[in-house]
């Protein structure tokens, strides 16, 4: 069955450090998104890609980029990680461009001491 | 600025007492309305997409509805493996990007 992995799933780091978070799919979508997840808010949009070398910016990607090299990666990194990045983020994907179907990973707990 | 509303933010049911779900927004245009449900330490789920007024969709004891300002997500005698927590999300027609509410928890008892 196809599916969306994240990687870590829970992550410790100190601020200032560097941070990748790893995100596959094997449903062959070209539309690939990461959001965060914080009590009280909803899901934010940080980054999407509609295919292979494009990322656009989302509501929140300040202190975020994305790289897309392949079809099945869009993994994000957190330049400099601050403490206000300690969050519950999310990968997914949709096979529309215009995107309301969105298959979700598992998540990847990130708390940033 | 788009805005969706969820409420209540915690729903506790007995198993077998149908409610509902509340979901208001505030758009400049819909293109659509979208549902998901989370399970804890799990990403959401696709449920439900509503389009248009008056539109109606059902899934086992979901039911979800929609008028030009809101949207409910009714429950119909829930058991306690509808215990998750409901998200709303709005697709405006002037933007890219879905607009998620913060989410309804509801906990159905045994």
């Known amino acids: 069955d196809a599916e969306i992995t994240q990687s870590p799933r829970h992550k410790i780091t100190e601020t200032g450090r560097q941070v990748t978070l790893a995100c596959h799919q094997t449903?062959?979508?070209?539309?690939m998104f990461w959001y965060r997840q914080d009590l009280g808010h909803g899901l934010r949009l940080i980054h999407y890609?509609?295919?292979?070398?494009?990322?656009n910016k989302g509501e929140v990607s300040d202190g975020y980029s994305v790289s897309r090299s392949n079809t099945e990666d869009l993994p994000l990194t957190l330049e400099s990680a601050a403490s206000s990045q300690t969050s519950v983020y999310f990968c997914?994907?949709?096979?529309?461009?215009?995107?309301?179907?969105?298959?979700f990973g598992e998540g990847s707990r990130l708390t940033v001491l | 600025e788009d805005q969706v509303t969820q409420s209540p933010e915690a729903l506790r049911l007995q198993e077998g007492e149908s409610s509902s779900l509340n979901c208001s927004y505030t758009?400049?245009?819909?293109?659509?309305l979208f549902w998901y449900r989370q399970d804890p330490g799990k990403g959401p789920e696709f449920l439900f997409t509503?389009?248009?007024a008056g539109e109606e969709k059902e899934k086992e004891r979901l039911k979800a509805t929609l008028t030009k300002k809101e949207s409910f997500l009714h429950i119909t005698a829930p058991k306690p493996e509808d215990s998750a927590t409901y998200l709303c999300?709005?697709?405006?027609?002037?933007?890219?990007?879905?607009?998620f509410g913060a989410g309804t928890t509801v906990t159905v008892r045994a």
């Open positions: 997914a994907s949709s096979e529309a461009r215009v995107a309301g179907e969105l298959f």
């Open positions: 449903w062959n979508h070209n539309n």
């Open positions: 890609s509609y295919g292979v070398q494009d990322t």
């Open positions: 758009v400049s245009g819909l293109r659509g």
């Open positions: 509503l389009y248009s």
């Open positions: 999300a709005v697709h405006p027609s002037n933007d890219y990007k879905l607009s």
